[in-house]
């Protein structure tokens, strides 16, 4: 795999991981529980529990990815051993 395109891969699973987020807040905000309606407190705390499980793992899988892309880019297309056995 070419450096370039190792490397623009590497930052792009990075900046997935920031979408996650920017969508974890976008749903937690409209989910929480206010004066004037939202859902209940039982159900809030659910939904963002759940949702922030999958949430943690995508951005868990996106982060060693992008390490190992960008270790390629830096090592001439060379896979390296992150040290997770």
């Known amino acids: ?3 370039t ?3 623009l891969l590497g930052l ?3 900046a997935v991981c ?3 987020l920017a969508l974890f807040a976008v749903v937690a905000f409209y989910s929480r529980h206010t004066p004037t309606g ?3 407190p039982i159900t809030e705390h659910v939904t963002w529990l759940s949702m922030g499980g999958v949430v943690v793992a995508i951005i868990g ?3 060693y990815l992008g390490r190992q892309l960008l270790l ?3 090592a001439n297309g060379a896979p390296q051993d992150l040290g997770a056995r």
């Open 1 to 3: 795999m070419p450096k």
């Open 38 to 40: 939202g859902i209940d």
């Open 5 to 7: 395109i190792a490397r």
């Open 72 to 74: 390629v880019a830096r």
């Open 12 to 14: 792009g699973a990075y």
């Open 18 to 20: 920031a979408g996650l």
């Open 61 to 63: 899988v996106h982060v």
